[in-house]
């Protein structure tokens, strides 16, 4: 029943100074996925409601700027994503969101009101996203989204857009895309011309750059190595010269052979920072010269449980330059001007510009 003469007559032809049952059953048919309205005990409420009814259309929402305080228990018709105390403007989009690497204190509020708010959450393992979503008492149907579906199952979250409905991607861990699947989808998602919004938050890599203290100016986010030990240090070898710190992500069964890779391939006064169970009750974050690696983690057999993320610092500065920019700068010379060649071989190469040019003079005069 609406409350008080004064309340506004009509509700879908219904005076709503009948019986709520009346008004719910002449209202359904105006009523499709998209709509409900708000009863809370036997009360429409009618007051926080703009207009005079509490639609929650997804389309009209944005311009009605509809926010309606639900009193209580609802009844039927509305929608399972604003069965919250506030009704949310969910666009109609694909949400990224990033989810704890360990401590689920470290979920942002936005993520929260992201997930109750979507129609949809895929998820890498529904099991695991069933524990996230429990634990904030959040409600809402999922898909699963991994390596081995995500073409299809991105193909039916396009389609479940195609019909206006909100829907949010997470993955086991971290950030969605970050080593993790989300990039296809991301991608199918955006052909098909809806908007992606990505909602940042952990990602271990980050997590540890942030610990690791290192005064390199650049890193480079390598992920996962390759699991064979002959493509593994192929990769190591071509990483060698890059002038940035090298991030890593590494599983513990396969920690200890990337380290011992790492330590007979690269430079030994180059610096490890071993970050093992970030966020977690056995974080532990060591900063040591990469030859003292090896020896650090045999040391204890807790130091190789867990995950891992190792940094290893940008390699010593050098005399001169290396191979690789000798290469690049000699072959831009049979084209261009010295001044430009310099210039574009610090864009391609990463090196200071100055040396390039230095070097680019000696060899325009031999
Ligand atoms: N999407 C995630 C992210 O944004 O960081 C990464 C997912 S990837 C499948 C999992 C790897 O991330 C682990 O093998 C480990 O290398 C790293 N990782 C994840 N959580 C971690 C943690 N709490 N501490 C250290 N490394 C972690």
Same mark, same amino acid.
């Given at each position: 029943m609406a409350s008080g003469e004064n309340q506004p007559g009509l509700l879908a032809g +219904?005076?709503?100074?009948? +019986?709520?049952?009346?008004?719910?059953?002449? @209202?359904?048919?105006?009523?499709?996925?998209?709509?409900?309205?708000?009863?809370?005990?036997?009360?429409?409420?009618?007051a926080a409601a703009h207009p005079k009814v509490a639609f929650?259309?997804?389309k009209t929402l944005a311009q009605q700027k509809i926010c309606c305080q639900l009193l209580g228990r609802c009844t039927f018709g509305l929608p399972r994503a604003h069965q919250t105390a506030t009704i949310r403007d969910m666009e109609n989009a694909l949400y990224v969101v990033a989810?704890?690497?360990?401590?689920?204190?470290?979920?942002?509020?936005?993520?929260?009101?992201?997930?109750?708010?979507?129609?949809?959450?895929? +998820?890498?393992?529904?099991?695991?996203?069933?524990?996230?979503?429990?634990?904030?008492?959040?409600?809402?149907?999922?898909?699963?989204?991994?390596?081995?579906?995500?073409?299809?199952?991105?193909a039916k979250l396009v389609r479940l857009l195609g019909e206006g409905q909100s829907v949010?991607?997470?993955?086991?861990?971290?950030?969605?895309?970050?080593?993790?699947?989300?990039?296809?989808?991301?991608?199918?998602?955006?052909?098909?011309?809806?908007?992606?919004?990505?909602?940042?938050?952990?990602?271990?890599?980050?997590?540890?750059?942030? @610990?690791?203290?290192?005064?390199?100016?650049?890193?480079?986010f390598v992920g996962f190595l390759p699991a064979k030990v002959g493509a593994r240090k192929t990769a190591i070898l071509e990483l060698a010269a890059v002038d940035a710190a090298l991030v890593f992500y590494e599983a513990p069964h396969?920690?200890?052979?990337?380290?011992?890779?790492?330590?007979?391939?690269?430079?030994?006064?180059?610096?490890?920072?071993?970050?093992?169970?970030?966020?977690?009750m056995f974080e532990q974050i060591e900063r040591i010269p990469l030859g003292e690696a090896s020896a650090?983690?045999?040391?204890?057999?807790?130091?190789?449980?867990?995950?891992?993320?190792?940094v290893v610092s940008a390699p010593p500065a050098r005399e001169g330059l290396d191979a690789e920019s000798e290469r690049v700068l000699a072959a831009l010379l049979t084209e261009l001007p010295v001044k430009q060649a310099?210039?574009?071989?610090?864009?391609?190469?990463?090196?200071?510009?100055?040396?390039?040019?230095?070097?680019?003079?000696?060899?325009?005069?031999?």
């Open positions: +219904c005076n709503a100074g009948r +019986c709520t049952a009346e008004v719910l059953a002449a @209202a359904q048919p105006y009523f499709d996925k998209y709509r409900g309205f708000a009863v809370a005990a036997d009360q429409i409420d009618l929650c259309d997804r989810t704890p690497i360990g401590n689920l204190g470290d979920i942002s509020l936005r993520a929260l009101e992201t997930l109750r708010g979507v129609d949809l959450v895929a +998820c890498e393992d529904t099991r695991h996203a069933r524990q996230l979503l429990d634990h904030h008492g959040i409600k809402v149907p999922m898909l699963a989204l991994h390596q081995h579906n995500e073409n299809e199952a991105a949010a991607l997470v993955s086991d861990a971290g950030t969605p895309g970050v080593s993790d699947p989300g990039a296809r989808t991301v991608a199918a998602v955006r052909a098909a011309g809806f908007r992606v919004i990505p909602l940042p938050g952990p990602s271990a890599a980050i997590t540890a750059m942030s @610990a690791a203290g290192l005064a390199d100016a650049r890193f480079l396969r920690v200890t052979e990337t380290v011992t890779d790492l330590v007979e391939l690269l430079e030994p006064q180059r610096e490890i920072v071993i970050a093992r169970e970030l966020t977690k650090w983690l045999a040391a204890d057999p807790n130091r190789q449980r867990g995950e891992f993320v190792l310099a210039k574009l071989a610090a864009e391609i190469t990463g090196q200071p510009k100055n040396a390039l040019y230095a070097r680019a003079l000696q060899l325009k005069d031999a």
